[in-house]
């Protein structure tokens, strides 16, 4: 079993839906990040989290620790967030373990 | 800020030729990491350093891999010899321990051996 499971491995949406994507992990963390790769291929992390809820624009992480679980959210969806979105844990030694990403499409 | 540093942004050699990649680190981070990605796999940490000196290397898949970080601006990844199997997209990342913790990436090295 892998230590970091997102879901789902893929999502298909309208334009405008609200989209959920989510993350389980099975080890102890000092942080979550969320990541989001283009088709281009570049990396950019979207959020850091240790406790609570973030928010950037139309996008909202939150995290419980105590069940173990983030999810990443993004209200009126736009084709532009099209991308894989990667979960990833920190580990207290420092090391990201990652989950195996979520391919998102949203269709105009 | 330049941000992460990578070259080349593409390599494509033989089976059995030295793949030497490199990486620029943000200035005044003191964490590198070194990451493989593959379609397989997806992201895997294949090593990381913390003011020069490796910590962890137990994802360096075999002796063909070796990384070094001469300085705190610079750092190589080397396969010698390269075989197909470690055709990836290969990531440097860096941050700094006084936070904020976030890792920044750079564009990726996609090697392709043949």
């Known amino acids: 079993k892998n230590e970091v499971e997102q879901s789902p491995q893929n999502l298909t949406a309208q334009e405008g839906e609200f989209i959920t994507i989510n993350c389980s992990y099975s080890v102890g963390i000092s942080a979550l990040h969320w990541l989001q790769q283009h088709p281009g291929g570049g990396i950019v992390s979207l959020f850091m989290l240790s406790s609570g809820k973030k928010k950037h624009g139309r996008l909202i992480a939150t995290i419980n620790i105590q069940e173990k679980h983030s999810s990443l959210h993004i209200t009126a969806s736009h084709p532009r967030d099209s991308a894989v979105y990667i979960c990833a844990v920190r580990r207290s030694q420092g090391n990201l373990i990652f989950g195996k990403g979520t391919k998102l499409s949203v269709k105009p | 800020d330049a941000g992460v540093i990578q070259s080349p942004r593409h390599e494509v050699t033989e089976m059995g030729q030295e793949v030497t990649l490199r990486c620029k680190p943000i200035s005044g981070h003191d964490y590198l990491f070194w990451y493989r990605q593959t379609m397989m796999r997806g992201l895997e940490l294949l090593i990381y350093?913390?003011?020069?000196?490796?910590?962890?290397d137990s994802g360096m898949p075999e002796d063909r891999f070796s990384a070094k970080m001469p300085n705190a601006s610079f750092s190589t990844l080397k396969i010698q010899p390269s075989e197909p199997r470690d055709s990836a997209v290969y990531f440097c990342a860096s941050r700094s321990s006084s936070g904020p913790y976030e890792q920044y990436f750079g564009p990726g090295t996609r090697l392709t051996v043949t």
């Open positions: 350093f913390n003011n020069n000196v490796p910590i962890d």
